[in-house]
């Protein structure tokens, strides 16, 4: 990709976003933080993340039985 490319493919980028009204970002901005995955999981790997879930499963299996 020639220099000359790439600058015109950022301007282009630059021009669509700036062309969106402001609500509009907001929204596309809100919808990619909610698909990503929880932070432990990002963090840690899926491992960590699936004790946490066992734990907090048998915790309140616990406290029902009481």
Same mark, same amino acid.
């Given at each position: 990709m020639k220099t000359n490319d790439y600058v015109k493919f950022v301007t $282009? $980028? =630059?021009v669509e976003y700036a062309d969106q009204p402001k609500s509009e970002r907001i929204k596309k901005r809100q919808e990619k +933080?909610?698909?990503r995955p929880p932070a432990?999981?990002?963090?840690?790997g899926l =491992?960590?993340?699936a004790f946490l879930l066992v734990y907090? +499963?048998?915790r309140n299996r616990l406290q029902k039985q009481k």
């Open positions: $282009q $980028q =630059v +933080k909610e698909a432990m999981h990002r963090w840690f =491992v960590p993340f907090k +499963k048998n």
